[in-house]
C-alpha cells in the first residue's frame, strides 16, 4: 500500500485508488508515517521548510477539542462539467419519455375528437325536425349544399341527413 | 490527478467530519508554512505556535473554503494574518501588504534566515536530517536517484521522467517509491518511533 500512498502524493494514481489509499491513511498509523516521511524527504530535498518543525505532537490534542465540521456538500469545480453532462442527458431522457406520450396521447385527444364529433352530430341530427322532403328538394338542397352557412357549422350534418334521408326513402 | 486535486479531496474529507483528513494536511504543509512565517517572526517557539494557530483557524474556516484557489494559497493568507495579528497583538510591527506576497515567498531562499529562528538543538537536528537525506539519496542506485530527483526537484511528471529515462511510466513508479522508502529506513531512527513523537 506504501507503494501506492508514493504515487498518490504524486497525483499519479487513478481515483479508484486514491480512495483506498485515503482509506488505509485513516486507519493506518505506518501508512501516516510514511506519509510523513515522504514529505519530509521531499522538503529537505528542495530546502522548502523549517525541516524539524512537527505540529504532531501538539496539534492532534488541539484539534480533537475542536468540533466536527459538517459543511454542506458543494459542487466542485472539478464536477462541474460532469454534472452538466448528467444534467443534459437526464433532461434528454425525460424529453424523450414525455416525447412518446405525448405522441400516444395525441392520437388518443384525436380519437377522442372523432368520436365526440360523430356523437355530437348524430345528437344534433336526431334533434332536426323531419320534412317530407320529395326528391326535387334532396336533388336541389344536395347541389346547394355548399352555399348553406350552416355547411361549417355543423360539419358533415348536412350531407349525412341528405343520404339517410335517402336511405329512408328508398327503404319506403 | 494533481496535487491541487489530492488537497481538495483532503479538504472535502476534513469538511465533512474527518480530522485525519485535516491532519495530513497539516503534515503536508507545515514546515512550508513554518518558513512562511519565519520571514516575519524569530523565536523558533513563536513560529511553531503561529504556525499551529494558523491551522487551527484554517480548519474553523474549511467551510467557507469553496476550492477556487489552491488550498495551500488559502491556507497561507490565513497563516500571515495570523501572524500579523500576533505581531500587533504582542506590540510590534505587522508587516504591510506589498512587504509580504504569497507568491513570492514560495521563491524566496531563507537558508540564512532558518539559521537565525533555529535553536541550536534544531540546528543541530537540521543539519543530521539533511546530511542522511543527502547521503543516501548519493549511495542510491543511479536510476533511483534521477528518478526521485526529477520528481522532488523538478516536479516532473511520470510520464515526463519515462520519457527522459526512457522507461516505463510503470518502472518510474516502482523507482521513485524505492528511493522513498530507502531514505526514510535512514531516517525513521532519527524522528523516533513512539506514539508521543509521531502520528
Known amino acids: 500500500m506504501k507503494y501506492d500512498l508514493s504515487a498518490f502524493m504524486d497525483g499519479e494514481l487513478e481515483p479508484d485508488a486514491a480512495k483506498a489509499v485515503l482509506a488505509e491513511l485513516k486507519r493506518n498509523k505506518e501508512m501516516r508515517d510514511a506519509w510523513l516521511d515522504y514529505h519530509l524527504i521531499g522538503d529537505v530535498m528542495r530546502q522548502t521548510g523549517i525541516i524539524t518543525l512537527n505540529l504532531s505532537e501538539g496539534f492532534r490534542d488541539k484539534l480533537a477539542l475542536e468540533p466536527a465540521i459538517l459543511a454542506p456538500r458543494r459542487p466542485m469545480r472539478t464536477r462541474t462539467k460532469i454534472a452538466a453532462l448528467s444534467a443534459a442527458a437526464s433532461l434528454a431522457a425525460v424529453a424523450a419519455v414525455a416525447w412518446v406520450v405525448l405522441q400516444g396521447n395525441a392520437d388518443k385527444v384525436k380519437e377522442d375528437k372523432i368520436a365526440a364529433t360523430v356523437q355530437s352530430n348524430a345528437a344534433m341530427l336526431a334533434s332536426l325536425p323531419r320534412y317530407p322532403f320529395n326528391s326535387t328538394t334532396r336533388e336541389y338542397l344536395l347541389a346547394h349544399q355548399e352555399f348553406s352557412p350552416s355547411t361549417t357549422m355543423q360539419g358533415v350534418a348536412p350531407y349525412i341527413r341528405t343520404v339517410s334521408d335517402g336511405g329512408e326513402e328508398a327503404n319506403r | ?199
Not at chain 2, 469553496?66 to 500587533?88: D, M, P, Q
Not at chain 2, 515526463?160 to 518510474?172: L, Y
Not at chain 2, 522508502?181 to 531516517?187: D, P, V
Open chain 2, 1 to 199: 490527478m494533481g496535487d491541487r486535486e489530492i488537497d481538495q479531496q483532503l479538504v472535502e474529507r476534513a469538511q465533512h467530519g474527518d480530522k485525519h483528513a485535516f491532519e495530513l494536511l497539516v503534515i503536508k504543509y507545515q514546515r512550508k508554512l513554518g518558513r512562511l512565517l519565519s520571514r516575519f517572526i524569530r523565536d523558533a517557539t513563536e513560529i511553531e505556535d503561529v504556525t499551529q494557530e494558523a491551522f487551527i483557524k484554517a480548519y474553523r474556516a474549511l467551510p467557507s473554503f469553496r476550492g477556487e484557489s489552491a488550498f495551500y494559497t488559502w491556507l497561507y493568507r490565513i497563516g500571515i494574518n495570523t501572524a500579523k495579528n500576533y505581531l500587533v497583538a504582542m506590540g510590534r510591527r505587522a508587516p504591510t501588504t506589498t512587504e509580504f506576497d504569497v507568491a513570492e515567498a514560495e521563491m524566496f531562499e531563507d537558508g540564512e534566515q532558518l539559521k537565525d529562528v533555529n535553536t541550536p538543538e534544531n540546528e543541530l537536528m537540521s543539519k543530521q536530517i539533511a546530511k542522511t537525506v543527502n547521503q543516501t539519496l548519493q549511495n542510491l542506485p543511479g536510476e533511483l536517484r534521477t528518478a526521485i530527483t526529477l520528481r522532488e526537484i523538478e516536479g516532473l511528471s511520470y510520464e515526463d521522467i519515462a520519457t527522459i529515462m526512457g522507461c516505463p511510466i510503470g518502472t518510474v513508479r516502482s523507482r521513485i517509491f524505492r528511493a522513498r522508502e530507502a531514505i526514510a529506513e535512514k531516517l525513521r531512527p532519527m524522528l523516533g518511533t513512539s506514539k508521543d513523537k509521531r502520528w
